[in-house]
Structures are given as structure tokens and as C-alpha cells.
């Protein structure tokens, strides 16, 4: 596995390129194939998710081209097969080919969705909102059968705001006869993203973004271009990295009206941002930014996570990190997910005190982390163990660093541009097949 190499307590300085947006991507992939046309897709980020994704539209006849971050995908030819296990297996959104294949071919077949460790992630609240629209979901032994006659329209009501769910019932939704009417529904920055794919494909959604949101279906969708948001979970980690290493940093493209309950906890805890703050509705602008400068140890504070506008699930990890250099004693309740607090016993390792219980965490802030042998448990809990590291002194060594491959382009690289001192051991160089030498930030020679 993949490690990552870190010798912290380096000031970070500089300005870095939010790319676009990993959970806004992954579903506008998948709406594409409610068409039989061809739909470019702009600024889609590099990342494991997004090749896996790829790997399972192309299993459906997708003909697809990725040069630098424009994806085209021509679905003149999807057929809706039932595509590898293995492929589908290797992340949870893969289940979102599930909306539109029903949408377009009343049927798909899926075998069992993957996804982190953080949580069991059950499927009932899709099904129960494709149900609503006329379809049948039979189980079978590893995976599911959905099928309907004709989807019809209909009021549905989600007993708990799921984003897969919500995306879901949206993509079948659009090629349903008549209108229907989603209340509670997500209002994540990557469901308006979403929406306004489809509608640039001809889809008549209103009211993405808000817990109402009307679909009135159409008989096709034509194929589109498109420009993904950038990645507010991106934002926030490079933030909390600032804040916990000290320095200036601006983030480009970043865009703080999709971060405003982090930049409300960011001031309650004494960290200075800057941002500019166009309307919601405004499309991404590259002259959109974040600065942050950080220094000194932040102040305590009391989160918990929610579904959006709420502190999202996503950034808890890495505040966490961050409050275990609070001055004083913090609280973390995760509502979202139920395993993902486990990570702090990793955190604990480079000197965070940290005691859990059920839900929640309580934070009593040191003045200093120190370099630990850590492995990431998933994705946000890696990325939360790579900021503690570049804080810490001396070296942190992350295990199974893959994770966080799977929804940050290029974050060595990214870091090591604003002066972390950050490398990667490759899955090569472990096994000895590959002997280079990398010279880091910090000319600290290595040979890997
Ligand atoms: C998406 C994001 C993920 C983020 C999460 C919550 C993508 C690709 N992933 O995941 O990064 O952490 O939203 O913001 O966009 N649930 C059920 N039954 C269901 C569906 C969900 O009980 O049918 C539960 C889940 O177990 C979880 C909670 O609802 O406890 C939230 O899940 P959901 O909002 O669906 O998250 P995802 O769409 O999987």
C-alpha cells in the first residue's frame, strides 16, 4: 500500500487551485447516461473515485475521452447490463447509476456498492423513493433488480435527507411522466451542481438547493457541456491546514458561500479568513478565492456535524485534528455517520488527547502533536492524519495513504507547492522494484 511521508511543522505559503468537485462530478457522470447523446464534462478532477466511475460507465458501453480535465461521454450505445461487482464494489456512488438507467431503460441491475469504512450506508431510502415513482426493487444475492413498467410522477417524502437519495430519485425522476415533488430533500451544493447539469440537457428541475425540490419529466434529454463546481471538502482541508501550520494561503476558485459553517467555526476559533462572496446562484468564477492566515493555536469549540447547511460529516476528521491543538476543550458529535470517530484512536498516537463516546469526542487541546506511524482508515480520516502530520515534529508516516487518492488531485503535490514537506513511498518502491531518489521540500533526500 501507498504511504505517504511527512516531516512536519513547516509554515505553509502560497496559492493552490481548488479542483472540481468529487461528489458533484460522480453523479453528473452518472446523469449522462440518461442520454443518448454526448455530454463534455469540464473541470473533472483527477481522482481514484472518478476512474472507477469512469470503469463503470464503460462497462454500460460509455465511449469515453479524459484529456487534462475535460471528460467526454458519448451513451449513444449504454446498454443497462449489470456491471462487474468487482468495479461497482470499489465506491458507494457507484449506486447512482441506479436513477438513471431506470429513468431511461425502466430497469438496471446492481450488485452490492462499496464505499469507506466510516458508516454501514444502506440503500432503503433510494428504494423507497424509486418505489414512489412505480418501480420494483427485487434483491438478489449480492445486489438488486430494479425494474417498472412506466416511472409516473409522484409527492415523495425522504425520512432522512440523504445526497445519494435524493440524487437518485432527481435522475429518475427527469424521464417520468408528470411532476414530482421530493420534500426533505438534500440541500448539498452538489445537488444544485447536479441539477443544473440536467437542466442544461433539457431536464425542468427547480428548487435544488433548498428541501422542496420539483421535477417535471420529460420525454429525452439531449447531451450538454458542463463545468463541476469546485470541491468544498478540498477547500476546508486546505484551510485546516493552514490554520494548523501557520502561514498565508489563498485558495483559488474556492468558493466560500458553499463553506460557510466551516468559515463561521474557522472565527469562532480566532483563525482570519478572507473570501469573496458572490450570489448562490452565480456559476463558479475564477476569480473566486479563500485566504486564510493562520497562527497560534485556535480556540476550543462545539460542533456537531449535520447535513447541509450544518458542519459537514466530510470536514469532522480533519477539525478534529484541528481542535487537538485548541487552546482548552472542545466537543465533536458525529450525526451523520456512526464509525467515524474510530480514526482518533489514531490521532491519539501523535499525542492528541481525545476520549470518545458513542457519537461524540472530547477534545482537550495539547500544545504540540508529535511525527507517529498512523493509518487512514478511509479517505477524510487519511487526509485529517496528513494535516496532523504536517504539524507535528518530527515525521509522520500514513498507511494506506490510497485513501486519500480517492478524493484529493494531486494533494502531494498541492501541499508540497506551498512548502510542506510531504512525499509519497509508492507501492513500488515498498516492493523494491524502483529505486529513485526525491528530493522534498525541504532537500531532506530520500531513497525510495
Ligand atoms: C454523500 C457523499 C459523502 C458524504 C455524505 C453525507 C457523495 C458521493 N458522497 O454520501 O461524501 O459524507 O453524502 O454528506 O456525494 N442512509 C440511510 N439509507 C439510505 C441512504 C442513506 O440510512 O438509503 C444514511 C447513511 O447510512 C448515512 C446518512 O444516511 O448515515 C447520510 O447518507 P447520504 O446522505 O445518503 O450519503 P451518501 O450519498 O452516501
Not at 460529516?313 to 484541528?322: E, G, R, V
Request: proline content about 4%; glycine content about 10%; hydrophobic content about 45%.
Amino acid at each position: 500500500m501507498d504511504k505517504l511521508l511527512i516531516n512536519g511543522g513547516r509554515r505553509l505559503e502560497g496559492e493552490v487551485r481548488i479542483s472540481g468537485a468529487k461528489n458533484a462530478v460522480l453523479p453528473i457522470m452518472a446523469a449522462a447516461l440518461l442520454t443518448s447523446g454526448t455530454c463534455v464534462i469540464k473541470n473533472v478532477p483527477r481522482l481514484d473515485d472518478v476512474s472507477v466511475m469512469l470503469s463503470v460507465l464503460q462497462e454500460l458501453s460509455v465511449r469515453s475521452s479524459w484529456h487534462k480535465d475535460v471528460l467526454r461521454l458519448d451513451c449513444a450505445h449504454v446498454s443497462p447490463v449489470a456491471p462487474s461487482p468487482e468495479i461497482l464494489g470499489q465506491i458507494r456512488a457507484s449506486n447512482l447509476i441506479l436513477g438513471p438507467l431506470l429513468g431511461r431503460f425502466k430497469e438496471a441491475e446492481i450488485g452490492a456498492c462499496g464505499g469507506c469504512s466510516i458508516g454501514c450506508r444502506p440503500m432503503n431510502l433510494h428504494f423507497a423513493a424509486l418505489e414512489a415513482l412505480g418501480s420494483k426493487i427485487l434483491p438478489l444475492e449480492t445486489g438488486y433488480f430494479a425494474f417498472a413498467k412506466s416511472l409516473q410522477g409522484n409527492v415523495v417524502h425522504l425520512a432522512f435527507p440523504s445526497v445519494g437519495a435524493t440524487e437518485n430519485l432527481i435522475m429518475a425522476a427527469v424521464l417520468a411522466e408528470g411532476r414530482t415533488v421530493l420534500h426533505n430533500a438534500a440541500a448539498e451544493p452538489e445537488i444544485v451542481d447536479l441539477a443544473g447539469f440536467i437542466n442544461t440537457m433539457g431536464g425542468k428541475i427547480s428548487g435544488a438547493g433548498s428541501n422542496v425540490i420539483t421535477i417535471d419529466g420529460v420525454k429525452k434529454l439531449n447531451g450538454a457541456e458542463y463545468t463541476v463546481m469546485p470541491d468544498r471538502i478540498e477547500t476546508g482541508t486546505f484551510l485546516v491546514a493552514g490554520a494548523m501550520c501557520g502561514g498565508s494561503l489563498r485558495l483559488s476558485g474556492a468558493r466560500a458561500e458553499h463553506n460557510t459553517a466551516l468559515l463561521a467555526a474557522m472565527q469562532q476559533a480566532g483563525i482570519s479568513c478572507t473570501y469573496s462572496m458572490p450570489n448562490v446562484n452565480e456559476r463558479f468564477e475564477e476569480e473566486s478565492f479563500i485566504t486564510l492566515h493562520g497562527g497560534g493555536r485556535p480556540r476550543p469549540l462545539q460542533v456537531v456535524t449535520a447535513s447541509y447547511p450544518g458542519f459537514p460529516t466530510d470536514m469532522q476528521p480533519q477539525l478534529t485534528a484541528m481542535l487537538s491543538l485548541a487552546q482548552g476543550r472542545s466537543s465533536i458529535c458525529e450525526s451523520i455517520f456512526e464509525n467515524r470517530l474510530a480514526f482518533a484512536k489514531e490521532l491519539k498516537k501523535m499525542g492528541a488527547t481525545i476520549q470518545t463516546q458513542d457519537n461524540c469526542a472530547i477534545i482537550d487541546g495539547v500544545a504540540k502533536l508529535n511525527g507517529a506511524v498512523v493509518k487512514a482508515m478511509d479517505l477524510r480520516a487519511g487526509a485529517a492524519l496528513a494535516l496532523a502530520g504536517l504539524a507535528a515534529q518530527g515525521r509522520t508516516v500514513i498507511e494506506q495513504a490510497a485513501y486519500i487518492d480517492r478524493g484529493y488531485e494531486d494533494f502531494v503535490g498541492k501541499l508540497s507547492s506551498l512548502g510542506a514537506d510531504i512525499t509519497r513511498l509508492s507501492k513500488q518502491s515498498e516492493q523494491g522494484k524502483q529505486i529513485k531518489k526525491i528530493t522534498t521540500a525541504n532537500n531532506c533526500r530520500l531513497v525510495v
